[in-house]
């Protein structure tokens, strides 16, 4: 017997995106991405617990900056998101 997993997706609607304040970036090959401060907000944390304890259970940020910024990829953040309830 084969168990599907329910994958909840993240609605970037609910992250501040407007001229003084990015969360939400998007490149011109349509990937999406969020800076460090929506995930830690996202997830409730601080900087250091995001950069710390969530680097060690698999979030890592792109090796590589996006406008300037440290990001994380929205699909890797939807999957710890949905994995965080095991830790």
Same mark, same amino acid.
Request: charged share 30%.
């Given at each position: ?11 970037? /609607?609910? $992250?501040?995106?407007?001229?003084? +304040? ?7 090959? *349509?990937?999406?991405? =969020?800076? #460090?401060?929506?995930?830690? /907000?996202? $997830?409730?944390?601080?900087?250091? +617990? ?7 259970? *698999?979030?890592?940020? =792109?090796? #590589?900056?996006?406008?300037? /910024? ?18």
């Amino acid at each position: 017997m084969q168990t599907k997993l329910i994958y909840k997706k993240l609605d970037v /609607r609910i $992250f501040k995106n407007t001229a003084k +304040t990015k969360e939400v970036i998007t490149d011109l090959a *349509g990937n999406t991405f =969020l800076t #460090r401060a929506a995930v830690a /907000r996202l $997830f409730g944390c601080s900087l250091p +617990t995001l950069a710390t304890t969530y680097k060690r259970k *698999g979030l890592r940020p =792109l090796d #590589r900056y996006v406008n300037g /910024r440290v990001v994380y990829l929205l699909e890797d953040v939807e999957m710890m998101y949905n994995r965080r309830a095991d830790y």
